[in-house]
């Protein structure tokens, strides 16, 4: 499934913000975070075609543009998502020692791991000064005040669902629901913030914003849970990154619940003393196949995916409006990439 | 020489305002944070005393209050700035592998690299929140705005400076203006926005705020020069920990480029190769000892002390609040911890 429309709409513009907002400072630490975003390769020549879906900025435009709002005022906003939404994976692949992100290595592998803990803490604080920029476009203070307190709370229960994801990386008695409270902050929070964010800065209108700030938290859900399966079986991921640092992601938690005999107890002494072989990858997908869980998953991501049309159908959204979000809502539980 | 009588005036109400701002929340991310504060034990269990000087917040306050407004107001901003100044702490002992803090285990070696990044991230994210409780206390939006801008650039340059700082340890040829530059953003950045947020809290007067954004600057410099001396030298200090990491210290800097011949030769190669053994780290100690550095580096503190002092003459104070300040220029060049 492609990508919707929407995503090339805003892309150009939204490009040039972001650009404006790193600026062009010589300084290597600057290079480091245009190579994380997909700008320059790792000599710091330009390169083209290497940046990422700009997922969240567009989701956070679209709705400032459906609730009647100018979304070329909301510009500064949807860039600061992007960089927190790319602060958080520069850290995020230090914390897991992932090697590589989009076909390249990682921050981490190419500067080390000091300097990219740094990259990532100056992408941070670029992220708020890029939110600033609201003040230019002539949105009120007031509001943009508002919109930096729900960014950093999205910020803070980010880390709260980091701080679970690794702690369960040691155990085995996570079931469904510790899963959905790590997941609620680690990827739905920001994905609720960006709609969330969007919608306020387009409306006043208080219910309208709590249908879209509720919409995105579904949708955060079931993009989540879609990633989780496509972290396992999907054509463009490292497929055994994910089981290697034993993630409780929602196949293996799924599993570990159902197996039974011997398999269970496979499974178990697997991720009790570690996975080091390929062979140990191997059995672990193995017995995932045999369980299902990928059928499972997409049935969970369902659910929320329906819930999401639920809020979409309260907004009471002109026809053609409705129809791209509900599109945006389908690629989150139907894309394979 | 003694802490200033000003850091007690605070204390008591900027310890309650971090408090709140920690919240009261069960979670072992927000026991990490509280145990990095000084403000319980490796298990979670209350202690008292072990807190940090509150530097930061306390020059912040007290300036709010010379210009003559109510430090109670600026209270939010100070609790962010010692966040802030906390969250780097956390990263820079993960980036230096510093394995102790004010004689206790460092987060990392307590609880691991990702998650003491990420506890690290948590609090950035709380200092913005901090921030905020501002508007609480009747600071116009505007002004809360103004504040948020100056501390995120401090943030950047602070960062700037740490990648200075990282990259200047494989190399020889960094010179004191190399160093200056580092410093002004690793050490003096956060302590000239201290001043200067204090200032734009408790006046409107342009002229004033600028002198006390430049005396916070002078002080910063002189504060950094002076904890590389007490690095190497200071009683309470691991002396070793900047020499094993090669850090390029003043005194280090001084001596790589006044030391000739043999000596010259000695530290060149020691340096080069990287300090593993305790004989060397005696070999430094004895070159930096014999070249004086020690000397110079006081000199070049008092040199931004004076420089804080003809910033301070210029504010027009009253005789007791510029007695007040020039007593914290002193303890800054002067202090033995």
Same mark, same amino acid.
């Given at each position: 499934?492609?990508?919707?429309?929407?995503?090339?709409?805003?892309?150009?513009?939204?490009?040039?913000?972001?650009?404006?907002?790193?600026?062009?400072?010589?300084?290597?630490?600057?290079?480091?975070?245009?190579?994380?975003?997909?700008?320059?390769?790792?000599?710091?020549?330009?390169?083209?075609?290497?940046?990422?879906?700009?997922?969240?900025?567009?989701?956070?435009?679209?709705?400032?543009?459906?609730?009647?709002?100018?979304?070329?005022?909301?510009?500064?906003?949807?860039?600061?998502?992007?960089?927190?939404?790319?602060?958080?994976?520069?850290?995020?692949?230090?914390?897991?020692?992932?090697?590589?992100?989009?076909?390249?290595?990682?921050?981490?592998?190419?500067?080390?791991?000091?300097?990219?803990?740094?990259?990532?803490?100056?992408?941070? /604080? =670029?992220?708020?000064?890029?939110?600033?920029? +609201?003040?230019?476009?002539?949105?009120?203070? #007031? &509001?943009? %005040?508002?919109? !930096?307190?729900?960014?950093?709370?999205?910020?803070?229960?980010?880390?709260?669902?980091?701080?679970?994801?690794?702690?369960?990386?040691?155990?085995?008695?996570?079931?469904?629901?510790?899963?959905?409270?790590?997941?609620?902050?680690?990827?739905?929070?920001?994905?609720?913030?960006?709609?969330?964010?969007? /919608? =306020?800065?387009?409306?006043?209108?208080?219910? +309208?914003?709590?249908?879209?700030?509720?919409? #995105? &938290?579904? %949708?955060?859900? !079931?993009?989540?849970?879609?990633?989780?399966?496509?972290?396992?079986?999907?054509?463009?991921?490292?497929?055994?990154?994910?089981?290697?640092?034993?993630?409780?992601?929602?196949?293996?938690?799924?599993?570990?619940?159902?197996?039974?005999?011997?398999?269970?107890?496979?499974?178990?002494?697997?991720?009790?003393?570690?996975?080091?072989?390929?062979?140990?990858?191997?059995?672990?997908?193995?017995?995932?196949?045999?369980?299902?869980?990928?059928?499972?998953?997409?049935?969970?991501?369902?659910?929320?995916?329906?819930?999401?049309?639920?809020?979409?159908?309260?907004?009471?959204?002109?026809?053609?409006?409705?129809?791209?979000?509900?599109?945006?809502?389908?690629?989150?539980?139907?894309?394979?990439?």
């Amino acid at each position: 499934m492609d990508l919707p429309p929407a995503f090339d709409r805003y892309r150009p513009e939204l490009e040039e913000e972001l650009r404006v907002v790193i600026g062009n400072k010589s300084s290597p630490l600057y290079n480091m975070m245009r190579y994380h975003l997909g700008w320059v390769d790792e000599q710091g020549n330009p390169q083209e075609g290497m940046g990422g879906k700009l997922l969240r900025p567009t989701l956070c435009l679209l709705a400032c543009e459906t609730v009647g709002g100018d979304w070329r005022a909301a510009l500064p906003a949807a860039a600061a998502l992007e960089l927190v939404h790319n602060f958080s994976l520069i850290h995020d692949d230090i914390q897991d020692e992932s090697e590589e992100r989009r076909h390249r290595l990682t921050l981490w592998r190419r500067w080390g791991k000091p300097q990219a803990i740094n990259a990532g803490d100056a992408m941070y /604080a =670029l992220s708020r000064l890029a939110l600033y920029r +609201l003040r230019e476009r002539g949105v009120p203070d #007031g &509001k943009v %005040l508002h919109v !930096a307190h729900i960014l950093d709370e999205a910020c803070l229960r980010l880390c709260e669902g980091q701080y679970l994801d690794l702690s369960y990386e040691d155990r085995l008695d996570i079931d469904v629901d510790d899963y959905l409270e790590m997941i609620e902050g680690k990827a739905a929070a920001l994905i609720e913030c960006s709609l969330h964010i969007g /919608a =306020l800065l387009g409306t006043e209108n208080q219910s +309208l914003i709590g249908h879209f700030q509720r919409f #995105g &938290k579904m %949708l955060g859900l !079931a993009y989540q849970i879609r990633d989780d399966v496509l972290g396992i079986w999907g054509k463009k991921k490292a497929h055994d990154t994910d089981i290697k640092k034993r993630k409780k992601t929602f196949p293996v938690i799924y599993a570990l619940g159902r197996a039974e005999g011997k398999q269970r107890e496979k499974l178990l002494t697997i991720y009790q003393k570690g996975i080091s072989e390929e062979g140990e990858v191997f059995e672990v997908i193995k017995a995932l196949d045999s369980l299902g869980p990928q059928k499972y998953a997409q049935k969970m991501a369902e659910h929320y995916y329906l819930g999401s049309l639920e809020e979409l159908r309260a907004m009471n959204l002109p026809a053609q409006a409705e129809d791209e979000l509900r599109m945006i809502a389908a690629f989150f539980v139907e894309r394979d990439y």
